[in-house]
């Protein structure tokens, strides 16, 4: 059982690069998310999904975009890369809108923009 | 917007003391989750607290939902270096659509 899996866990890009997050489930989970974690910040919402074909913005979404095709998978795409955009990617995803299922993390992707 | 937050930033233990972080909501809550993340980590779920004034325990940790459900506690008893870590609280009206506290960075020191 993978769980969330993320890929890749590592990236460098050059400023004004794109290049997509990977974001997969393998619970049959509804709802999944972005969280970006900068130092001192804890993590703050990107962008959601309550179902296939369904997103929403969330706290810090502008330079994202989001899609969701399947059930499995949510990639986050950065349309041109920034240095604001250095950060720890997180992916999660939850079987339940409210209580108390458990919600789970990938991993997360760090992100470097030079 | 709905603000959480958190304190302390950091605490510094000697191993057996016990350790409290605290959160705060600008507005009422629907529920509360907390979270823990080791250095290098991805958070991992530790609990949801859904109903005014709850306590819950978890072999040595122990939360509790506020009366007003608008603020949250964790407590550690007799802390263990396997405790290290960043504790995270986060409110929302779902589980997928979090604000995250800025979270209380553990050091347990032998």
């Known amino acids: 059982n993978a769980g969330v899996t993320q890929t890749p866990k590592f990236q460098v890009l050059k400023t004004g690069q794109s290049m997509t997050l990977q974001c997969a489930q393998d619970?049959?989970?509804?709802?999944m998310s972005w969280y970006r974690q900068d130092p001192g910040m804890g993590l703050r919402l990107i962008h959601y999904?309550?179902?296939?074909?369904?997103?929403d913005q969330g706290e810090v979404p502008n330079g994202y975009n989001v899609s969701r095709s399947t059930t499995e998978d949510f990639p986050l795409r950065l349309l041109s890369a920034a240095p604001s955009q250095t950060s720890v990617y997180f992916c999660?995803?939850?079987?339940?809108?409210?209580?108390?299922?458990?919600?789970?993390f990938g991993e997360g992707s760090w992100l470097t923009v030079v | 917007g709905q603000q959480v937050m958190q304190i302390p930033q950091y605490q510094h233990v000697q191993e057996g003391e016990d350790f409290t972080t605290y959160c705060n909501s600008s507005t009422t809550l629907s529920n509360i989750q907390w979270y823990k993340q080791r250095p290098g980590g991805h958070p991992v779920f530790l609990i949801q607290l859904v109903k005014s004034g709850e306590v819950k325990k978890q072999k040595r940790l122990t939360f509790q939902f506020g009366e007003a459900k608008k603020n949250s506690s964790l407590h550690i008893t007799a802390t263990q270096t396997t405790d290290v870590g960043t504790y995270f609280c986060a409110g929302g009206d779902s589980g997928y659509a979090l604000n995250f506290g800025k979270g209380t960075s553990l050091l347990v020191t032998p």
């Open positions: 999904s309550v179902g296939a074909g369904i997103t």
């Open positions: 999660a995803s939850t079987a339940d809108r409210g209580v108390g299922n458990t919600i789970y």
């Open positions: 619970m049959n989970h509804e709802y």
